[in-house]
């Protein structure tokens, strides 16, 4: 299991696979690419902070590691929020 660091745009699509323990679902991109293949994520440490903080287009930092289906298991994460939405 190598892990691995992204930095992502937010698709706008996300589902709630379990609520106990809280599993959410998102879908990705990379931004740093030439053809955006989506990439599929899955948390569920800190799930409901994550999902919480979540915006339309939101950056993310995501660290973690792939599962045997080619899903991206979000282990940390950080959201970058415009200095508009921290001043409020």
């Known amino acids: 299991m190598q892990s691995k660091n992204l930095t992502v745009k937010y698709l706008n699509k996300s589902k709630i696979l379990k609520l106990d323990p809280f599993m959410l679902y998102l879908q990705v991109t990379p931004l740093k ?36 289906r080619h899903q991206f298991v979000i282990t940390k994460f950080m959201v970058r929020s415009a200095v508009q939405t921290l001043a409020s």
């Open 33 to 68: 690419a030439t053809e955006p293949m989506p990439i599929n994520c899955i948390i569920v440490k800190h799930a409901l902070t994550l999902f919480y903080q979540l915006q339309p287009d939101a950056q993310l930092a995501l660290y973690g590691h792939y599962n045997t």
